[in-house]
T-cell receptor, first 115, second 109 residues
Framework: EAGVAQSPRYKIIEKRQSVAFWCNPI?????LYWYQQILGQGPKLLIQ????????DSQLPKDRFSAERLKGVDSTLKIQPAKLEDSAVYLC?????????????FGPGTRLTVL | QKEVEQNSGPLSVPEGAIASLNCTYS??????FFWYRQYSGKSPELIMS????GDKEDGRFTAQLNKASQYVSLLIRDSQPSDSATYLC?????????FGPGTSLSVIP
C-alpha cells in the first residue's frame, strides 16, 4: 500500500514570495490533515479535511495561508506572501475516518526555508 | 497551562536500560492517547495508542494511562541505540488531536 505522498520535499524562497505544497493521501482515507512543525516543536494542526469539506481550520493564518482538497482526494496548501516565521516542515497526514481514535499516517514532509 | 506537556529533554539512557517518557494533558474528558516516534529529519510514526486506564504492552514498549491524574507515559525496556529519536505524545482535546512538544531520547551504547 502506497503511503502519503508530498511534494516538493524541499523549498527555499524569499520573504513575500508565494509557495504551494501538494499532498496525496493513502487511497481510501477520508480525512486529510496539514501540520506545521517548527524545529524543536511538535506538529501544529493547520487544517483538517474530511473528504472535501473543512472540519477544522482554527489555527490556519487565513490572511496568508489557504488550502483546498478538490474531489476529496489530493490537497494543496498555499502560502502567499511568505514570512520568515513560516520556515518549518509542513507535514501532510491522512486517516481512514474522522474519529479521534483513528491512526494518522504522515507523509515525508516539505521543508520550507524563507530567506 | 499548555494542552499537552512532556518532560523536557534531552533524555539520555544507557543501552539496555528502561527509558521513561511522560506526558500530561489539560482536558479531563480526553479519550484517546497516542505515542509517535520521530527520527531526525523524518516524519512521525505511530508506536502505540491507548484509550483505557492501565497498562498496554507491545513488545518492548508499555504505555500507561491514568485519567484521574491526566497523565500518560511510555516505557521502553531494553533500550537500543535505534530507539534514539524524539517521542511525541498526542491527545485528543475536544474533537481534534493535539501534539506535545516532544522529548528527545538518546540511547548511549
Amino acid at each position: 500500500e502506497a503511503g502519503v505522498a508530498q511534494s516538493p520535499r524541499y523549498k527555499i524562497i524569499e520573504k513575500r514570495q508565494s509557495v504551494a505544497f501538494w499532498c496525496n493521501p493513502i487511497s481510501g482515507h477520508a480525512t486529510l490533515y496539514w501540520y506545521q512543525q517548527i524545529l524543536g516543536q511538535g506538529p501544529k494542526l493547520l487544517i483538517q479535511f474530511q473528504n472535501n469539506g473543512v472540519v477544522d481550520d482554527s489555527q490556519l493564518p487565513k490572511d496568508r495561508f489557504s488550502a483546498e482538497r478538490l474531489k476529496g482526494v489530493d490537497s494543496t496548501l498555499k502560502i502567499q506572501p511568505a514570512k520568515l516565521e513560516d520556515s518549518a516542515v509542513y507535514l501532510c497526514a491522512s486517516s481512514l475516518g474522522d474519529r479521534y481514535t483513528d491512526t494518522q499516517y504522515f507523509g515525508p514532509g516539505t521543508r520550507l526555508t524563507v530567506l | 497551562q499548555k494542552e499537552v506537556e512532556q518532560n523536557s529533554g534531552p533524555l539520555s539512557v544507557p543501552e539496555g536500560a528502561i527509558a521513561s517518557l511522560n506526558c500530561t494533558y489539560s482536558d479531563r474528558v480526553s479519550q484517546s492517547f497516542f505515542w509517535y516516534r520521530q527520527y531526525s529529519g523524518k516524519s512521525p510514526e505511530l508506536i502505540m495508542s491507548i484509550y483505557s486506564n492501565g497498562d498496554k504492552e507491545d513488545g518492548r514498549f508499555t504505555a500507561q494511562l491514568n485519567k484521574a491524574s491526566q497523565y500518560v507515559s511510555l516505557l521502553i525496556r531494553d533500550s537500543q541505540p535505534s530507539d534514539s529519536a524524539t517521542y511525541l505524545c498526542a491527545v485528543n482535546i475536544v474533537d481534534k488531536v493535539i501534539f506535545g512538544p516532544g522529548t528527545s531520547l538518546s540511547v548511549i551504547p
